[in-house]
């Protein structure tokens, strides 16, 4: 091979190893920290506060994503150990799009996402950073994202009002379906409810939150009816849901308002089971769920103190075993979200200090159970 030659092709390289650099920056970031059982990663990317957040695999290495709406990207962030992570953040083709939710579709490699100030949803494949963008035919903007298991693509519009499904036909194409959440009551139309968290039972149960009008409600999609439940007590005034979390027929939901966690229970006379969580105007806005043997875990964020919790019950009875809250560390902590890889370890998306943060097992000292609330 000649100089000339060996000189181009050297060009071509470096050429395409500066495009790679200015599609995703990768980057180390500060030095993480370690507060007894839960260890912060600060984000480098600016305005990279995140907002909700998914986990590819638990590791090692962890494989974390979120959302950062302000700096108008996805980011990745890969945990060895606390001194060995990196971060790397994609930039979304749109300007000023707002990413908002995401969810990890394993059988494809792809991160899916919604984009909160355009009318779009999207997918980063994973092996590439390629980021693919679809036009939603109603105009409405999406908010929450969640996959069934016959791959469907779920997402809300509050604004709109809707419930929408998206089939891929291509890697570029595909189809919208939009369900209409408005509802009829004395002959007036109900078009405030609002729709906004959502979360897959099974492929014919699709549950959402209506805050709108303080309500659940369970999409049948072979039936293509919503089933709507008031957040009530017996005999009481419904109150607003912030989240839920499908499990079986029996979704759980969180309450923020009462600062409590609930169970739908159809076959009984209150229709809901209540938890109430310790600390008085939490902002609970997060729920997830897991199932270690015998006994079910709550985790939830409480973004007005600063602190995550795990609420754990007997599966049998529901009774409940303990409530451990763990205080993030830094002043200015609000966590938004929290999700748990197959390991056990949890993932929170602390907004406020602009942090991931993960909490593991032993999660606490069992010296500070019961948790006492402090002033």
């Known amino acids: 091979m ?4 060996r000189l181009f092709i050297a060009a071509i390289i470096l050429l395409c190893m500066s495009i790679t650099t200015w599609i995703l920056a990768e980057e180390n970031g500060s030095p993480s920290e370690t507060f007894g059982f839960v260890t912060e990663f600060p984000i480098p990317t600016i305005n990279g506060a995140p907002q909700n957040i998914a986990v590819e695999s638990a590791g090692p290495p962890a494989r974390i994503w979120f959302t950062m709406p302000e700096a108008n990207a996805i980011g990745r962030l890969v945990v060895t150990d606390a001194s060995n992570f990196t971060f790397t953040s994609y930039t979304l083709t749109t300007p000023n799009s707002q990413p908002y939710d995401l969810l ?4 494809n490699g792809r991160i899916w996402f919604t984009e909160r100030a355009r009318p779009y949803i999207g997918y980063l494949t994973i092996a590439n950073g390629n980021i693919v963008e679809f036009e939603i035919d109603n105009s409405g903007l999406p908010h929450s994202i969640a996959q069934s298991p016959n791959g469907l693509i779920w997402f809300t519009q509050p604004e709109a009002n809707s419930l929408v499904s998206f089939s891929l036909t291509t890697p570029t194409t595909g189809t919208f379906t939009d369900y209409d959440f408005t509802y009829i009551v004395q002959g007036i139309p109900v078009t405030n409810s609002a729709p906004t968290k959502i979360s897959i039972a099974n492929n014919d149960s699709v549950w959402i939150t209506a ?3 303080n309500h659940i409600a369970e999409f049948k999609t072979a039936t ?5 439940i008031p957040v009530a007590d017996f005999g009481s005034n419904p109150v607003p849901p912030s989240d839920v979390f499908a499990q079986g027929n029996a979704p759980w939901i969180a309450n923020p308002t009462q600062n409590r966690i609930g169970r739908f229970l159809p076959e009984t006379l209150a229709f809901f089971r209540w938890f109430e969580l310790p600390a008085a105007d939490t902002g609970i806005n997060s729920l997830f769920i897991t199932q ?9 964020t409480e973004p007005n103190n600063g602190r995550v919790g ?4 007997e599966s049998a009875d529901l009774d409940l075993v303990s409530n451990v809250l763990h205080g993030l560390p830094s002043p200015n902590s609000q966590p938004v979200d929290i999700v748990v890889d197959s390991s056990g370890t949890a993932w929170i998306a602390d907004q406020g200090a602009q942090t991931i943060v993960s909490w593991s097992e032993p999660y606490n000292m069992q ?3 019961p948790v006492v609330q402090k002033p």
């Open 292 to 300: 270690p043997t015998g006994f079910i875990r709550l985790w939830y």
């Open 211 to 213: 805050p709108g009008t």
């Open 367 to 369: 010296g500070y159970l």
């Open 104 to 107: 990890y579709d394993a059988a």
């Open 2 to 5: 000649n100089t000339t030659r």
């Open 310 to 313: 795990q609420m754990t019950l």
């Open 224 to 228: 293509q009816q919503f089933v709507r």
